[in-house]
């Protein structure tokens, strides 16, 4: 029996009662109780009443092409958008489509990831209703060599996309998170290539953003993390979804055709440590001390040291404000 088809017959507001819930999916009685253990497994609070029935603890607002199309407007002819209850992870997937040939702009978005993944080899945890979690498939005329500012056009389109939903003070941190103004993470980018040096390439942008974070959650990451309802974002997800689509559509052509530079001055303007002290930890375990300058046209970090400048690439580097 499908879990998530009980979930959605569920609401917060009143009971529904077993019977009514089985009679409504074809099933047994005995399969609602149990679809609403795995409920449970999922991280879904489900309120059972003796008499009454089955109501949700908080409202879930599922992810609904229809909506996503409406709020996506005239750009909705870039993308093709496939949702998914569960999938390992919507990188994955599509990166697997990539290879089998699909065309750009085919979108995949989750409810919930199994095995959802972060930048360093790091995993991604959302949970069920809670984060947007989605990936789009792109192709470039240009090679992998002068993809180097994507990450970072990709996050700018991010934050542009949550000023136009009212949300405030949202900073970028180099190269790919989305951070609150005090360094709180609210979410990540992973951006995966396929391609050759000379072009064309074939993108996978993974975009993961915290709507809410359980205590939980919160308690069993090893950063300090946000979510965007602490920025006043109480809105849902397909309107995120749909905001973030349409900025995408209008940077990643204007990123084919002039790159990174042109958008350098606006990424730099939301810099959570523009001109700040910070330090670099590099995958050998040494740590550089400097500040962070900002970034060059390349994407680079432009980062001063007590040698001199340093330009610094995504790679495996991983940038912290100094202590
Ligand atoms: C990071 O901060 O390290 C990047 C996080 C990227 C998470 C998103 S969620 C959707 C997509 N699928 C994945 O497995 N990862 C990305």
Redesign the pocket.
């Known amino acids: 029996m499908d879990t998530y088809a009980l979930l959605r017959l569920l609401n917060a507001d009143e009971f529904r009662p077993g019977p009514e819930l089985a009679e409504a999916l074809g099933v047994s009685r005995a399969s609602v109780s149990l679809a609403l253990k795995s409920a449970a497994e999922l991280g879904v609070e489900v309120h059972t009443v003796k008499g009454r029935g089955y109501r949700l603890a908080r409202p879930i607002a599922w992810l609904d092409e229809a909506q996503v199309a409406q709020g996506l407007g005239p750009s909705v002819r870039y993308f093709d958008l496939k949702l998914f209850d569960e999938i390992d992870?919507?990188?994955?997937a599509l990166l697997t489509e990539a290879h089998r040939g699909a065309p750009a702009g085919l979108v995949y978005a989750a409810e919930r990831?199994t095995?959802?993944?972060?930048?360093?080899g790091?995993s991604?945890q959302?949970e069920l209703g809670d984060a947007l979690?989605?990936?789009l498939l792109w192709r470039f005329g240009l090679g992998v060599a002068d993809l180097s500012g994507l990450s970072l056009a990709v996050g700018l389109a991010v934050a542009r996309a949550l000023e136009g939903l009212g949300v405030v003070d949202v900073r970028l941190k180099w190269p790919?998170?989305i951070v609150t103004s005090v360094g709180a993470?609210l979410?990540?980018?992973?951006i995966e290539v396929a391609g050759e040096a000379h072009g064309p390439s074939s993108v996978v942008i993974?975009?993961?953003l915290n709507l809410h974070l359980s205590e939980q959650l919160r308690g069993g990451l090893d950063q300090a993390a946000e979510s965007l309802a602490l920025l006043g974002y109480s809105g849902d997800r397909n309107r995120l979804l749909a905001a973030v689509l349409a900025e995408l559509a209008q940077l990643l052509p204007a990123f084919e055709q002039q790159g990174f530079a042109p958008l350098l001055p606006d990424w730099e303007a939301r810099h959570a440590m523009q001109g700040a002290p910070a330090r670099l930890l590099q995958p050998n375990g040494e740590v550089l001390e400097g500040t962070a300058l900002g970034v060059a046209p390349d994407g680079a970090l432009r980062f001063a040291t007590a040698q001199g400048e340093r330009r610094v690439h995504a790679g495996e580097v991983s940038l912290r404000r100094a202590l």
């Open positions: 992870s919507t990188n994955t990831q095995s959802g993944r972060g930048r360093r790091r991604w959302g979690m989605f990936s790919n998170d993470k979410g990540g980018i992973l993974g975009i993961g």
